[in-house]
């Protein structure tokens, strides 16, 4: 990790959030507005977009390929456009960092390129499973190799051509989906991907957005490769997973009233408003509107008592990346809180499920981890010393919890805040959260 251990946030505790604050661009949006941007023909213009460090590195591996990119300045990019067959190859492996979504996207969007290139990322990223993807790329023709574990580093080579492929994913993954509907651009004939429960379609709305027919029936979306993108502009909405734990925050702390501006409510993603909403938040969607095939909304969200729930299953893969602000909320409600069908949550930047389950132990609350998911007991949150293990969620969970803790809370590790949420400690100082960076 770069300068990860490096930065420890400090946190007094009590206060309330009051304001307004729109959060950083979606990152999965931000990082598929540069893929297609990169492959359209013509000048794409983004704004809003993150500069965060995975949608940096997405950024930097289009141009070590030779797309030319201005920016990113204060949220706009300009990406022109080299068509469908006009990438080149790299000098050196693409580096991308902490970005699993940058991995697994590439991975099928470089499976029918006519070079090699190697894809390599951070002690975490190498860590992460890519079978996932590079077992159904083989079913099309691609030519990948991992390391014995099914892991980075990933040689992509080139071959003759790759084949459309009717695949039913075994367990509900976007960045699956994605990877190979990517793949399928460069596939001969129709590629399905079947999903067994809804997640993110924000590569669907954005292919047609770029002008590429995309069909979907029920839980199974089709596209047929050799077509063409069109460049447009893109307003990239605020990332719901950086909002999320402002919408816990607002809810958990006694007099909190507070707006997040022009966030992506995109249905496959508006898990945790509903979860919360089941809980009892006061959780008003104000001024909905639509931008560039996406929806948006202002949120405004008042501190209200939470109760513990079951969280419904249907809920969990609309929801996978908040379970780390979530849990904070169960940890504050009155009862009990039961989540299951998230094994997805052990295998993502640490095991989330753990990490959170050994974290609120460390404050005081009855928490116990189960095989896919928790058990969580509200009660009275206490001091501690929290390990984030270099997991941005999870740091920024538990910077919240400190309004309702009774004694100061310090959280390791935290310099991978910057992956999603750059200036995160400022934005939550400047709302009311008793929150310092100590380097």
Known sequence: MSQSSSIEFRLQPGGSLQGRLRVPGDKSISHRAIMLGSLAEGTTEISGFLEGEDSLA????????????????????????????????????????????????????????????TLIGDDSLSKRPMRRVTEPLAQMGAEINSTPKGTAPLVIRPVDGLRGLDYALPVASAQVKSCLLLAGLYADGETCVTEPAPTRDHTERMLRGFGYEVRQQGQRVCLSGGGRLSACSIDVPADISSAAFFLVGA???????????????????????????????????????????????????????????????DQVPLAIDEFPALFIAAACAEGETLLTGAEELRVKESDRIQVMADGLQTLG?????????????????????????????IAMAFALAALRANGEIRIADCANVNTSFPGFAQAAAGLGLQIVEVR
């Open 58 to 117: 997405t950024l930097n591996a289009f141009r070590q390929m030779g797309v030319e990119i201005e920016g990113p300045q204060q949220g706009r990019v300009r990406i022109q456009g080299v068509g469908m067959n006009g990438l080149c190859a790299p000098d050196g492996p693409l580096d991308l960092g902490n970005s699993g979504t940058s991995m697994r996207l590439l991975s099928g969007l470089l499976a029918g390129q006519g070079f090699e290139v």
């Open 251 to 313: 809810s958990i702390a006694p007099g909190s009233d507070l707006t997040l501006e022009h966030v992506g409510i995109n249905p496959t993603r508006d898990g945790v408003i509903n979860i919360l909403r089941l809980m009892g938040a006061d959780i008003q969607v104000l001024n909905p509107r639509d931008v560039g095939g996406e929806p948006v909304a202002d949120l405004r969200v008042r501190a209200a008592p939470l109760k513990g729930i079951r969280i419904p299953e």
């Open 365 to 393: 609350i009855d928490a116990k981890p189960t095989a896919d998911g928790m058990r969580i007991r509200g009660g009275q949150l206490g001091a501690g010393a929290i390990q984030s293990h270099g997991d941005h969620r």
